[in-house]
Every structure is written in C-alpha cells, then in structure tokens.
C-alpha cells in the first residue's frame, strides 16, 4: 500500500495514501511503527503522534514501508511549568509567557488538561503540541477579547497594513483565539482539542447586534510556512480558520465541527493566500466548510492577491451550507484550484461558486477543476451564481437586474469549470444551476464521466441565492448565460422535467 508523507514535525507525522478511493479505503490496514501497530484505520490521510524529536523510525503498511528522522527541537517547554503557582481562573498571561520564552525551533507542549485563555499569540519558528486529552478553552465573555482596527492607514502613501477584514473588507474585530501574525515556520500538532466555547457566550445569540466582527478559533496573517494537522477544533464564535494574505500553508488530518444552526461558523476559509494544501479534514459546521476568498472590490484592486494554487483532497464534508466554495468575496480573483477525492454529504450544495456585479474586474474565476467527489443527500451538487444577494447593496437594481449592463471595472469574470467523475446521489432541489451575466457569461462549463439520482419525495427548496427565483425540486441541469456547455457521458434519473435546460447558451454539446 503506496503512501506519501504530507507533514513532518518533531513529534509527529501525516501520511497520505497513494490511490484513487474517495476520502477512504473499504477494509481498516494497520500502521507499524519500527515493526509495533500503533494505528488501525480507513483514512486515506492519517498521523502518528508522540514520537521523539531528532529519532529515526520506519513505517510499515503490508508490504510498503517508509523510513524518516523527526526534526530536532532546539528545546522543549512545557506549559503546565508555567502554571504553577498561578491562582487566576485565565491562563492566557502564563501560556502567553510560555509562548514569549519558547525559542527558536523550540518545542511547546501542552499536557493532558484544561487551558482556559482568552487570546494567544505566536511567533516564528516553533512547534505547538497539543497531547491527547489537552483542551484549550476561549473565553466565553465577550468583553474579554480585545479589538483590533481593520487596517492602519501608511503614513508614507503606501498601501494600507491590512490587520483584521469581515467578509472581504478591513473590518475592526475581536482578536482571535489562536493568532499566528507575521510569522514563519510554524507548526501546530497534535490530538488535542481547541474549543471556543461560543455556545456559552452571547457571540451566535447577538450576532446581528455586534457592531465589529466575532473572533475567529484560528487566525494567520501575513504568515508563511505554518501548519496544522490532528487537531479538532470545535464551537468557534465565527469562521473557525481563516488565513489571510499568507503563503505555504497545511492543513492535515483535522476535526472541525460547529453546530448545524451557529451562523457563520465555516470551517477553513483561506483569503489572499497562495499554495494551500487542505488534506483529510473532516467538517460539520454552521456554514461553508471551506469558502476561498480573496477580499472585494477595494482590497482586489488594491493588492492584487488571488487565491492560488490550492489543493483540497480526501477531505470529508458532513453537514454545512456548501461543501466547496468560491467566493464570493473575490476581488482579487481565484485560480489555480484543485478539488478531489473528496466526500460529501447532507450538504446544501456541493461544489459552489458564487459572484455578483460589483467585485470589480480583478475577480477573475479561472483554471477550476473538481474530480472523483462523491456527494449523498446533497440539495444541489453543482451551482454557479453570479446574482448572489448576501451584501448590504446585494439586492439593489445593480446587481440583480437580469437585463444586461456595461461591461466595466465593476464586471467580474468566470472562466473556465470542469467536472469530472461526479457520483451525485438523492439529490432534491436540482442536479445543477448556472447562471452567469447577461452582459458576462460564464466561459464554459463542462461535465463529465458523472451519475447523478434524485431522490424520490425530494422536498423543494432555492438552488442558489437570487433574487427572482421560485422554489424548485427534482429538477435537472439549469443552464443561463453560459459560453458553452459540455455533458459528456452524464447520466442523470429521478429528476422531473427536462434533463437539461438551456437559456442564452452559445454553444451546447452533449456526448
């Protein structure tokens, strides 16, 4: 059985097997430590922890074995050395003096216990360790979190030092829990649990109420080379990891799980970032399980920072309001994106990407590819809107006029989707929805080597977030102000109507 290393850190390793199943294998496989099972398991991606640093071991899957040597760690602090001797209920000034006092490629590690804190903050080139049974809790109060300003302005007319943003804006906000700004070579690992504790605080209560933005659980800004893999992290106050405007990034073999019903709570949403590997997390949230963003209008035109070069797989979405999805806060365009071998199921909707007139000429979609995804119970498994409503103007005249307008600086572009090897099961309100601009269509969509079903009693519901739009059930594919549409060997059933319905599509070809 072929694997392949992912992450490498002094006390751990993540692996991920090299074969085409979707997110797991059918029948458990035993992992050897140095000839000793340390791990029975179906992941395609899976970690060994509490190894030693700067050790020499040898992994064996049947007949396959990988050998490797962890990094030295400078030194290695314990945290609970820094507790003792400390009365207050609020751990965050010895963990934080922990933190300062770590060195460089030093070794932080939290034992077995409870860790209450408010805000942490990292620094470069250290390891976090999070043993099994640790569980860092954020404070419930919200008054406790300090806020930071959205952005400060140069003093020299430069650009703007973007500190905080909310929904593709600088946005003054509450510091996060976990806060990695202006660092490198980062590493946080581990079995242990962060818990934001947001279903004790009034953050998902009074959300519509709060004049700043809620804290994230996870929060990486202007960082580069920083990972995390086991951890789960759960009951975030609002998007529960959100990098932003860094590079090299990892995420590996995590939990990530907020109620169905707490607003906001998406799961990872990488903004500005280039090279990002999400790999065998698992999700269940409140909201997007992973959103790709890339600021509006403003921050596009001024930084010019896609979203690149990203690559989800074997990656388990179980509950949330889109599994995968693009934007639509992309002022600065997404490209270069790679969707696979990922699990999806009682999603709203699958793969979804969604714009609107306004995120301005930059936010260009292109180079899009999703592949061998499997989806169960999933409303709508393909939409791409270019009408989306959710801003403060999204349902002005601008923007949701179907009749077509100047194509100007304000006008958004979609290139180019490619679906392939799609299994779609029980799906209810339709089995794809497109809808482009009349003035802009999106370039081509194309759909291939794919089985989709629809479930019988499928309830009604909206395919998409416009306005003008009447509920819909077992419907099949809705094509508006598309280039060109491309069914290749698809097969769809169950669905009620036309299988395929066409508007304003300049080319159609079905294979």
Same mark, same amino acid.
């Given at each position: ?53 700067? @050790? ?55 034992? @077995? ?53 909310? @929904? ?106 280039d090279n990002i590997q999400i790999l065998g997390i ?46 639509? @806060? ?49 409303l709508t498994p393909l939409v791409i809107n270019m ?125």
């Amino acid at each position: 059985m072929k694997f392949t290393v992912r992450n490498l850190t002094p006390v751990s390793i993540t692996f991920e097997l090299e074969n085409q199943e979707i997110y797991q294998v059918k029948d458990p496989f035993d992992v050897l430590l140095n000839g000793k099972k340390v791990l029975t398991t179906t992941h395609n991606v899976f970690s060994l922890f509490d190894l030693k640093d700067d @050790e020499d071991y040898v992994v064996t899957i049947g007949s396959d074995s990988y050998s490797f040597h962890t990094p030295k760690a400078s030194y290695i602090l314990h945290v609970k050395d820094f507790l003792r001797g400390f009365k207050g209920e609020d751990q965050t000034l010895p963990i934080q003096t922990a933190i300062s006092y770590t060195p460089r490629n030093g070794l932080l590690v939290f034992e @077995e216990g409870e860790y209450p804190v408010t805000s942490l903050f990292f620094h470069s080139q250290m390891t976090v360790y999070l043993k099994k049974g640790a569980v860092i809790k954020g404070n419930p109060d919200v008054s406790a979190y300090p806020l930071m300003p959205g952005e400060i302005p140069s003093t020299h007319d430069e650009k703007p030092y973007e500190l905080q943003p909310w @929904e593709g804006n600088p946005f003054e906000s509450k510091t996060s829990l976990i806060n990695v700004i202006g660092c490198e070579d980062v590493a946080f690992t581990g079995e242990g649990v962060l818990d934001g504790q947001a279903q004790l605080s009034s953050f998902w209560i009074d959300v519509k109420k709060l004049p700043y933005g809620r804290p994230r659980m996870i929060f990486v800004e202007h960082s580069d080379h920083v990972t995390f893999n086991g951890i789960t992290v759960k009951n975030s106050p609002a998007w529960t990891i959100h990098p932003y405007f860094s590079d090299n990034l990892g995420f590996y073999d995590m939990d990530i799980l907020n109620p169905k019903d707490a607003p906001n709570t998406d799961g990872i949403d990488p903004e500005c970032c280039d090279n990002i590997q999400i790999l065998g997390i698992r999700f269940s949230v409140g909201d997007d399980c992973i959103a790709l963003k890339s600021g509006k209008i403003q921050i596009g035109k001024t930084f010019h920072k896609p979203l690149s070069h990203c690559l989800i797989r074997n990656c388990f979405m179980n509950e949330g309001h889109g599994a995968v999805v693009l934007g639509s @806060e992309a002022g600065a365009g997404i490209k270069d994106l790679t969707v696979e071998r990922c699990y999806f199921k009682h999603t709203d909707r699958g793969l979804r990407i969604k714009s609107r007139r306004g995120r301005g000429k930059d936010s260009i979609l292109d180079n899009v590819v999703f592949r061998d995804i499997r989806m169960d119970n999933v409303l709508t498994p393909l939409v791409i809107n270019m009408f989306y409503f959710c801003d403060p103007d999204g349902k002005s005249e601008y923007v949701q006029t179907k009749s077509p307008l100047p194509v100007d600086e304000r006008t958004p572009y979609l290139g180019h989707f490619t679906f392939e090897r799609i299994v779609a099961t029980d799906c209810e309100v339709a089995l794809g929805f497109f809808y482009g601009l009349p003035e802009q269509k999106i370039a081509s969509i194309t759909i291939k080597d794919s089985t989709f079903t629809v479930k019988k009693n499928a309830r009604g519901g909206m395919p998409a977030m416009l306005c003008d739009l009447s509920p819909m059930a077992q419907r099949g594919f809705l094509f508006c102000h598309v280039g060109e549409v491309t069914l290749d060997h698809v097969s769809a059933t169950g669905y009620i109507g036309e299988e395929v319905e066409l508007k304003d599509v300049s080319t159609y070809h079905c294979l």
